[in-house]
């Protein structure tokens, strides 16, 4: 891949419309040539209502990044399909398609790999490769809509990688996938996780964006929450908990707070308590996640009572939580998992 060339999936349309008419090309073009990306053209050439010397002005400055189905695996449990993509580059990511009632929801991946280094998450235990452009974040979309056959109603940023580790481009997937011509999937359809970048927090407050905010807590405290997440010695849990008290006053949205349930290490009843402390006043909702074991971690998941005492506690402080829904066990859909499984059957 040429480096100069640009990801035009990247661009939004009025940048490749004034690129177009500083060139001296029509306008409207871009329209048209933004037409073909959706359908998920993967060369200039096959854009015919475009003339032969425009095809060529694209393919010197520009290029479509495609991503290749290097793994496709479906649950015999429910409809859940887990793909392992292969990047230009030969590198991997993972995205997971999961049909609900409303339709179907798509969990996309941002980075290769992963800096935060989570005790109990796969991909931190690979590494970094490198930050996704926002063309791939829309194309893993685009390539499960055309695989399946279905159209894509929800999106979360929930796949390999820290979302707002890899802001700008983030961002900008973000306006594009909620714009008419990249994709067209309402930014309310759009849920982010994090595991608490706190100063992005406040930038991504500061855009009004009306996406839900998932913030990976894990903990209701320092002491647990340095051991099982080592950003929290840059962010801790009270500059956190500041930054998503302005993330809820700036948007008006409710935060999801993401709670893996590990026995022994986060689940008991005190822990509870001090969460609601923690949590008390917010428009939030807690998400409980039994933690799904991964190789090298003695990590073991917290029991059914323990999760339902967990809830119960929470409730008598007036903070709703659920326990997620599972899908997926049967292929590895939790993150990192399968790509991890995939270079260990390479070695
Ligand atoms: N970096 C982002 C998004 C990717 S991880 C974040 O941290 O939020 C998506 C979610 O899965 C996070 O809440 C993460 O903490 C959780 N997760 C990762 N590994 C897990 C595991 N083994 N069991 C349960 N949840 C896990």
Redesign the pocket.
Known sequence: MDSIKQDIKSMYLEELESKLTEDGYEKYRAAQIYKWLKKGVKNFSYMHNISKKLSAYLDNNYYISVLNIEKKLKSEYDDTVKYLFRLYDDKYVEAVVMKYKHGYSM?IS?QVG?K?N?S????GKQGFGRNLTAGEMLTQIQVAQNDLEIRISNVV???????L?NYDNVVRFLKLASSEYALGIGMRHISL????LSDKIYSLADLKLQLTL???L?APNDKIRNEI?PINKKYNVSSLIKACKYYIKKTNRRISF?Y?MIEGVNDTVSCAKELSRLLSGMICHVNL??????KD?E?IRSSNKKIQQFIDELAKHNIVATKRRTLGSDIDA????LRQKFYEEKK
């Open positions: 969990c941002t992963c935060m989570c109990f998450c796969a991909t940023l929930m796949g390999m990688g820290e979302p580790d996780s994090t595991c608490g998932s913030v990976s894990h997440m993401e893996t996640i039994p933690v799904n074991q991964i971690t990590y939790s993150c990192g998992q």
